[in-house]
């Protein structure tokens, strides 16, 4: 398998519910990402990951916690959502951050509701 | 603050040529991205520039003026599989991408 690969899919939890997504590269990067993608919305940066290191934390609620075991995969652990928490979540991976992160690859989204 | 615009969403015929427009005010500039996004998949990267002027890559170019802020990517001979949502990125002084909202390019028959 190529490219990067994001499961669920598509996810529907509660507010109390404890779930995550999980985002795979198969390309040899050494940066990964967390995006948010709203209606109508600019993608917002969440989280950046390089080598297993996080580097970057946009603000991000507490509610969403990311895990990187290895440059390989990336995981972002979901728990008491709000409703406003719905939305696509994007993974993308790049060579390198900064100056080396020319371009990025995504991975189809997880669809997340918030019920 | 940093911001990017380009429209919402255009329409346009098949066979046909459509501009989209991305302005963008950054604090600095290092290069300048569009993907294409069809509904329910990944962005796929479709061009870069960093230097003044047009980039051709078979039916799309990307043109880029630094001075003006201002980029257009060009479809050409539209085809339906050009219906999807264009986004334009630009990376500012600290190579950080800032993203604009999307254009979604309907392609009629």
């Known amino acids: 398998e190529t490219g990067v690969t994001q499961t669920p899919r598509h996810l529907v939890m509660g507010m109390t519910n404890k779930k995550s997504l999980k985002c795979e590269q198969h390309?040899?990067?050494?940066?990964m990402y967390w995006y948010k993608q709203s209606a109508k919305k600019p993608l917002e940066l969440m989280f950046v990951?390089?080598?297993?290191?996080?580097?970057e934390n946009n603000s991000v609620p507490s509610r969403f916690s990311p895990e990187c075991p290895n440059s390989s995969h990336l995981f972002l652990h979901l728990h008491t959502l709000q409703p406003e928490d719905s939305a696509l979540y994007l993974c993308?991976?790049?060579?390198?951050?900064?100056?080396?992160?020319?371009?990025?690859?995504f991975g189809a989204g997880s669809r997340l509701t918030v019920l | 603050g940093q911001n990017i615009d380009q429209p919402t969403e255009m329409t346009a015929t098949e066979g046909a040529i459509v501009q989209i427009n991305c302005t963008y005010q950054?604090?600095?500039?290092?290069?300048l991205f569009w993907y294409q996004q069809h509904a329910g998949e990944a962005p796929t990267f479709l061009s870069y520039?960093?230097l003044d002027g047009l980039e051709e890559k078979g039916r799309f170019s990307s043109f880029l003026s630094r001075s003006k802020g201002y980029s257009y990517l060009l479809l050409k001979e539209l085809q339906m599989k050009d219906s999807a949502s264009y986004l334009c990125?630009?990376?500012?002084?600290?190579?950080?991408?800032?993203w604009g909202a999307g254009t979604k390019l309907i392609i009629k028959p």
């Open positions: 993308a991976s790049s060579q390198d951050v900064g100056a080396g992160a020319n371009v990025l690859t």
């Open positions: 390309l040899g990067h050494n940066a």
């Open positions: 990951y390089s080598l297993e290191e996080r580097v």
């Open positions: 950054t604090s600095g500039f290092n290069g």
């Open positions: 520039n960093v």
């Open positions: 990125a630009v990376r500012d002084s600290n190579y950080q991408l800032i």
